[in-house]
């Protein structure tokens, strides 16, 4: 019995070692080859309670920021970790781990498990001065910011999304139903803003620093996406993939 008690502690520490909550049984997982590239390959993983990570359907295409990744703000601490820092405007989307705190899309409602966003008349603040600074909120009749994006597209690449929690939960806590899991960090001016998975252009095309992939791939993750699997986005080179895979608990 003893030995059956102590094998379940070791489980539980094993699932909650690293920045990946204890509590995350969703993962998705995006690899590209380098600091530098800006595609690669995403895939999906679930877990138990007391489980290593198993992966779900097939790896699909996605495509970076149009310089590759760089250490965001989210769940780790990338202190001390080889490779750029994402920063305003420099094309990189963020690596490391992060929640999703939202799905979000043109229409009223989404197949998703999800909190959903509809985002007609929404937009997302990337003024670094702003106290709005990297939210997805409702314009206002006196902004404090001069840039902003539209969250309604005339491309269509935002149709269907959700929100990264990089550099803050990235939306209006207003917008989300009061139960909902979101990471509470206060956005650092000009660590990057607006930071979504959407529609690609494309498999050659690149972003401003969001994940894309196409549609149909982006709709099925957010069919299977469940707000009560505390699910995160891990994004990695996969040199540092490797060198992290132990110590963030991370699938294989």
Partial sequence: MMLLLGLGVLLAQTVASGPIPASTRQLVLVTTPDWTATSGTL????????????????????????????????????????????????????AGVFRL????GYDASLPTGLPYVPVPG?????????????????????????????????????????????????????????????????????????????????????????????DPALAEILAWLRADADPVLVQLPAGARRGLQARWALPE
């Fill in 43 to 94: 895939q999906r993983f679930e877990r138990g309670a007391e489980a290593g990570w198993v992966p779900v359907g097939d790896a699909v295409a996605a495509v970076v920021g149009r310089s590759g990744l760089g250490w965001g703000r989210g769940l780790h601490d990338a202190s001390g970790l080889a490779g750029p820092s994402k920063a305003e405007g420099d094309g990189r989307a963020p």
């Fill in 122 to 214: 929404l937009q997302c603040v990337d003024d670094p001065v702003s106290a709005s600074y990297n939210v997805v909120r409702a314009p206002d009749d006196d902004p404090d910011w001069t840039s902003h994006e539209t969250m309604r597209r005339r491309d269509g690449l935002y149709r269907i999304g959700a929100i990264v929690a990089h550099n803050g939960p990235g939306v209006d806590r207003d917008l989300l139903p009061a139960a909902a899991l979101v990471d509470g960090a206060t956005p650092v001016s000009g660590a990057g803003s607006c930071i979504f998975l959407h529609v690609w252009n494309g498999p050659r095309s690149t972003t401003a620093g969001c994940t894309a992939m196409a």
């Fill in 101 to 104: 705190s939202a799905a979000f």
